[in-house]
C-alpha cells in the first residue's frame, strides 16, 4: 500500500488545482521531517489534519478505525506562509544537492516545487490549508 501526502484548501473549492501526487514526499517524509529540523524550520508532517472526509477514506481504503470518526478532533487549517517557509527551505537545500534524499531526489523536489505553486495560490487567495494522508 502506498502512501501519498496531499494539501487540503479550506472550502468547497478554491478555484484553482490543488493537487499534487505526493507519493515521494510520503516515502521520504522522515528524511524530509529530520532535514526541516535541521534547517529550523517546521516538519511538513506537522501540518497534517485529519477532517471528516479523509478519514472516511482512510476507513474505506482499510487504514483507518471506524472509532476514530467519533472521536476525531475538528480539522486544523495552517497559514500558506507558515507552509511556505518550509516548503522553500527544504527547495533551497534539496536544489543545491537533491541527491541526499537518494535516487528519488529529483521527484521529492519536483513535488515540493508543486507544494509551492498550490501554496504561493493559497496565499494568494488568503485561504488556509493542511496536509492529507492516503494510502493506495
Known amino acids: ?16 488545482d490543488i493537487f499534487v501526487n505526493g507519493r515521494f514526499l510520503a516515502r521520504h517524509e522522515d528524511a524530509l521531517e529530520r532535514l526541516a529540523l535541521r534547517l529550523g524550520v517546521r516538519p511538513l508532517i506537522e501540518f497534517f489534519s485529519a477532517d471528516e472526509n479523509s478519514m472516511s477514506l482512510l476507513i474505506e481504503e482499510g487504514a483507518g478505525n471506524q472509532e476514530l470518526m467519533r ?3 475538528p480539522p486544523q487549517w495552517y497559514s500558506p506562509a507558515e507552509g511556505l517557509k ?10 543545491a544537492d537533491p541527491q541526499q534524499l537518494g535516487s528519488e531526489g529529483e521527484q521529492v523536489l519536483s513535488e515540493l516545487l508543486e507544494y509551492a505553486c498550490v501554496l504561493e495560490k493559497t496565499l494568494d487567495r488568503k485561504m488556509r490549508w493542511h496536509l492529507a494522508v492516503s494510502w493506495r
Open 71 to 73: 472521536r476525531l478532533p
Open 1 to 16: 500500500m502506498a502512501a501519498s501526502m496531499y494539501i487540503v484548501v479550506e472550502g468547497e473549492d478554491p478555484g484553482f
Open 86 to 95: 518550509t516548503v522553500r527551505s527544504l527547495l533551497r537545500t534539496l536544489e
